[in-house]
T-cell receptor, first 109, second 114 residues
Framework: GQNIDQPTEMTATEGAIVQINCTYQ??????LFWYQQHAGEAPTFLSYNVLDGLEEKGRFSSFLSRSKGYSYLLLKELQMKDSASYLC??????????WGAGTKLIIKP | IAGITQAPTSQILAAGRRMTLRCTQD?????MYWYRQDLGLGLRLIHYSNTAGTTGKGEVPDGYSVSRANTDDFPLTLASAVPSQTSVYFCASSAGQAETDTQYFGPGTRLTVL
């Protein structure tokens, strides 16, 4: 089957670092996306990984291991505005995206 | 228009009624998508279109239809709404194929079917 798993909710402290994990199982993998979605708003693109390794983009980094079916999103120097849901997605056998249910990140002062 | 727009923003609909959700993009993107998002579930693809004139079924197409007469517009029609279609509907577009290209989302339509 095809599925994507990520934790439902995480809590972190302002200024800290948090790692959001995503595991996937799909027959048509061609890269993994991370999106951010604030409550009541549309998802917005954060990152795309197709090769193994870590890609850094400012305070956000994303890692991919294709052999392990695993990715994580690393958020550094957390700010209150980072409170949001983080969605991972990758392609299925029909070359369309399948999405995890999202990880709700709660930032506390 | 800047980006991708959806209408209406929200709607309450009686079961059995027909409803069309509108989606327009001005980015000249080839591909467009309709998703529904329900609490505790990931975004689920309803229908997609890789280019004007073509459409395809996603994960949950039953009860929905789409058309892609031109590049900019991708309406979603519920022929006879049922309560299980209560959801938030997002339209999205990408320059190229879904597996590699960033998808840009509209603001969503919150639909309640009573």
């Amino acid at each position: 089957g095809q599925n994507i798993d990520q934790p439902t909710e995480m809590t972190a402290t302002e200024g800290a670092i948090v790692q959001i994990n995503c595991t996937y199982q799909t027959s048509g993998f061609n890269g993994l996306f991370w999106y951010q979605q604030h409550a009541g708003e549309a998802p917005t693109f954060l990152s795309y990984n197709v090769l193994d390794g870590l890609e850094e983009k400012g305070r956000f980094s994303s890692f991919l291991s294709r052999s392990k079916g695993y990715s994580y999103l690393l958020l550094k120097e957390l700010q209150m505005k980072d409170s949001a849901s983080y969605l991972c997605a990758c392609t299925d056998s029909n070359y369309q995206l399948i999405w995890g249910a999202g990880t709700k990140l709660i930032i506390k002062p | 228009i800047a980006g991708i727009t959806q209408a209406p923003t929200s709607q309450i609909l009686a079961a059995g009624r027909r409803m069309t959700l509108r989606c327009t993009q001005d980015m000249r993107h080839n591909a467009m998508y309709w998703y529904r998002q329900d609490l505790g579930l990931g975004l689920r693809l309803i229908h997609y279109s890789n280019t004007a004139g073509t459409t395809g079924k996603g994960e949950v197409p039953d009860g929905y239809s789409v058309s892609r007469a031109n590049t900019d517009d991708f309406p979603l029609t519920l022929a006879s709404a049922v309560p299980s279609q209560t959801s938030v509907y997002f339209c999205a577009s990408s320059a190229g194929q879904a597996e590699t290209d960033t998808q840009y989302f509209g603001p969503g339509t919150r639909l309640t079917v009573l």
